[in-house]
């Protein structure tokens, strides 16, 4: 859950209501994931027009960085997807080709992408 809002919040979706209705929680839930991903410095809460937006910090991005690199590593991904099979359930996570996702597999393009 806490990496799903922090995607979504990397992929520009910034305010409340829409990352909380894009991640399927409901609002308490999410109020304290949104509250532990800024202590944390993984996201910032910025204030505009009385209104509420969310930023995802450099160290954010870095974290979703090696998490997907994780993922790959543990579970090949096959047809697009990795699924991680546990005793009483089984998660399916569907790797998706983002700004974010080719730069694990080739390092070398992040850091092209970061200096331009």
Known sequence: MYLDVLEKIGQGINKPTNIMYRCNLSW???QEILRSLIEKGLIEEIEKYNRK?????KKGNETIFYLKKLILILH?????????SGRNSELLISIRR???????LRPQERNKKEND
């Open 53 to 57: 937006y969310y930023v995802i910090t």
């Open 28 to 30: 308490r839930p999410f």
């Open 76 to 84: 090949p991904v096959r047809n697009g997807k990795s699924v991680i």
């Open 98 to 104: 983002d700004l974010y996702f080719p730069s694990i």
